[in-house]
């Protein structure tokens, strides 16, 4: 087995947790970036834009040009309707997977 199991579950969940917060609003790079980080998702920016065109590139968002009044333009990324229903398929899978992984190697509380 692999030493590091938190790398591995990331991996697995990022893209969806992209998805989660572009299902609440729009948001450029460094938006995202520093709330992954934040988060312990990602380690730099750096990972998130080749992601970001991997989800690009599969419909699952899109991007628009919006003018920045400190600076540059950005660009911002937006959910589409087939990355809204990427989400809520990982949703209705996540649930009761994660459960049951709690249940197989939780401790036990009594």
Do not use: H, N
Not at 50 to 73: C, F, I, K, W
Not at 85 to 103: D, G, H, K, N
């Amino acid at each position: 087995m692999t030493a590091d199991v938190g790398t591995q579950l990331r991996k697995g969940v990022v893209e969806y947790c992209v998805l989660g917060l572009l299902s609440r609003e729009p948001m450029y790079g460094w938006q995202l970036s520093e709330r992954l980080v934040a988060a312990g998702m990602i380690a730099s920016i750096g990972t998130l834009y080749p992601m970001l065109a991997r989800l690009r590139s599969q419909g699952l968002v899109t991007t628009y040009d919006e003018a920045s009044a400190s600076g540059p333009v950005r660009k911002y990324y937006r959910m589409t309707a087939q990355g809204a229903s990427q989400l809520e398929s990982f949703r209705l899978q996540w649930e009761p997977f994660a459960a049951t992984v709690l249940q197989l190697v939780g401790k036990d509380s009594s």
